[in-house]
């Protein structure tokens, strides 16, 4: 279709499947009566797969609707294609190979994000597949000025300026179907684009197509089909949602017979369902969205719904009430930091600099795994509170090692700019910390990995952790281990925020971990709770059997919720 090739294997979609349904999606929004003339836009057309598909649609409803095709692609031989694809249809095309961020009407400057200075709206339909690429990859002048222009900041994707430029050129009340990364849905980069769509659709469907497979590229995508408002007004339509990921766990629910992930998607029914000899958990219901428009948008059905609101009920806090949770340490130089074996180096810094290291390769749910012995160069002190780096006049063989590797850490321009030393760490946290009881978990994991720690280790960059500054605290980090570590958690993460990769590894971001829901620390079974997690944690270290404790954890954590 464009810049992102589409699979085409037994299981998943192919691409005029894949065209067809959104087309056959925005057709039925239409109202027919209301129109004769049309103009379809496709603004990253590739070889015209989506304008042939609903072009086709327009056709096979043989009515004497007038349309107008306007395409751009910066591809010169996909827009040879796409004019061949087109051409059986006795109607306007107008294909350019141009950028469609450059055209007229797209941005008018200044441009605000959320409320634009519209110059030109000529589009009834959009119908797109806009490209997936990180604004940072396009060069760096590229993506200043295209960030200057649509008022954009931080890493963010060519599809978000798309989708504004879009925007502009869509005629009030008219239809939008977008095929893009399904990251806005749920991470906190996404808060901008929530809250734009929100701000200028009334949103129809959003479908989720998880790790379908769909695409050779490593992206799960998702398609957002929406009406533009005509004012602030709005409608108090539902918007539809649909979710569809390969369950790889085990099911006591009934299995589906279906032919292909096509026939799942156009069914409204909800399920596990066997295509090809894999399972895949697919899920209808209406897209709830809080009133503060940048939250991730929640899809759940009915019956997920009353569990959830069964756990909130019985919960009385979140994580993030009682706790910061951080990031691990940052050196943007791990080649130097970290390693396993420090003894074959030429010059071994002084062994009080090295720290034991939690990461995402030597953590388990309950202990360390056995065999790893990564250690971290930490150069980082305390003292009254401040943090430090050590001077290397006192460490002479730290010295000599830093120096061995000055000119890679001496590229770390945007350190040295800070007026930090360069043999510092970029993000090496409050050192006081490391002596504290915390509880550190990977960020991305196929099960929940919430260890508990009491031995001064300091913690990766690939793994989030929570410190104890208190025995009281304590005592919670073990509430919340047990918890986080059970199935009833890792089934309320993926209903509610539901961002899984692919191979089901769920990503543990610090903005979900935070919304974690925790029961009454004075209930009987919360009591209970901690005792089980300071025997799993025991027992784990020792490398005994424990699945018959989990089991009574899991137990008691479903007890502590009211079920």
Known sequence: MNEVTIKNSGATFTPTELADFLSDRLFSELNQQAETSYTILDPACGEGELLASIARKFKAS???FKLNIKGFDTNIDYLIAAKLNLSEFNINVDIQNQDFLSTQGVCVEPLNLFSQNISEEYADIIIANPPYVRTQILGTEKAQEIAKRFNLKGRVDLYYPFLIAMTNVLKKGGLIGVITSNRYLFTKSGESIRKFLLENYEPIEVIDLGDTKIFEAAVLPAIFIGRKKSSKILLSEPCKFAKIYEELNGTHKPILEAKSLFDIINTNKSGIYSVN?????????????APNKTDIWQMTNSEENTWIEQISKNSTFQIGDKFKVRVGVKSCADNVYLKQNWDNEP??????????????????????SSGNNLKILYPHYSENGKRLVINLEDYPNAKKYFEANKEQLEGRNYLIEAGRKWYEMWVPQNPEFWALPKLVFPDISVDARFYYDEFGSVVNGNCYWIVAQSEQEKELLLLIQGVANSDLMAQYHDLCFNNKLYSGRRRYFSQYIEKYPI????KNSSKQIIEVVKKLNELSALNQEVAELETKLNDLVKESFGF
């Not at 000899?277 to 969205?289: I, P």
């Not at 029961?519 to 004075?522: F, T, V």
């Open 62 to 64: 043989h009515n004497n």
């Open 277 to 289: 000899e894999r399972k895949y958990n697919f899920s209808v219901g209406s897209l709830k969205h």
């Open 347 to 368: 010059f071994v810094p002084e062994i009080k600099l090295f720290k034991k290291l939690i990461s995402q390769e030597n953590i388990q749910r309950w202990c360390f």
């Open 519 to 522: 029961p009454n620390p004075n």
